[in-house]
């Protein structure tokens, strides 16, 4: 049940991020989008995304579709149940993983000093921001624990 909860938020969230990377713009109003996929952090969870869709997908059939013909197909559903387990779990951690490397991300360029080395801004280092323990910085990296806690704890 909490699965099919969770795919109106994967779809609004991927929309979201798809139009706020078209539709960027600049102080003065210019379109200045920003790539898709173009970090790590965009992989990762493009492969999470897929890997959740072919689990949830794998999960309906073998043990709702299946179910039906309960004796003729227990012994393909036992099969399933250790593929399905590993499989949740790799998702579970890429998720987290992707997480991460979200807020990695967001450190380097919301809380990174910018240069001027190429013409165009770009992260020369952590910044002030970030080394001075801003609240910003605090509060990516309590949540960055938090989700390596989880990692550690649940599966």
Not at 130 to 142: D, G, K, P, Q, R
Request: proline share 5%.
């Amino acid at each position: 049940m909490f699965h099919m909860l969770g795919i109106p938020c994967v779809v609004l969230g991927f929309i979201a991020v798809w139009d706020y990377h078209s539709l960027k713009k600049d102080n003065e109003g210019n379109s200045t989008p920003i790539p898709h996929f173009y970090s790590i952090h965009s992989w990762l969870g493009l492969v999470t995304m897929g890997l959740a869709l072919l689990q949830f997908l794998v999960g309906v059939f073998s043990f709702l579709l299946l179910l039906c013909c309960h004796p003729a197909t227990s012994r393909c559903r036992a099969g399933l149940v250790p593929i399905h387990s590993t499989v949740g779990t790799t998702t579970f951690m890429l998720a987290v993983a992707t997480a991460i490397a979200g807020i990695t991300e967001t450190a380097f360029l919301h809380l990174g000093s910018e240069g001027l080395d190429t013409g165009k801004p770009v992260t020369t280092k952590l910044g002030d921001k970030y080394v001075n323990m801003s609240e910003e910085a605090i509060f990516l990296n309590t949540i960055g624990a938090i989700l390596i806690a989880l990692a550690i704890i649940i599966p």
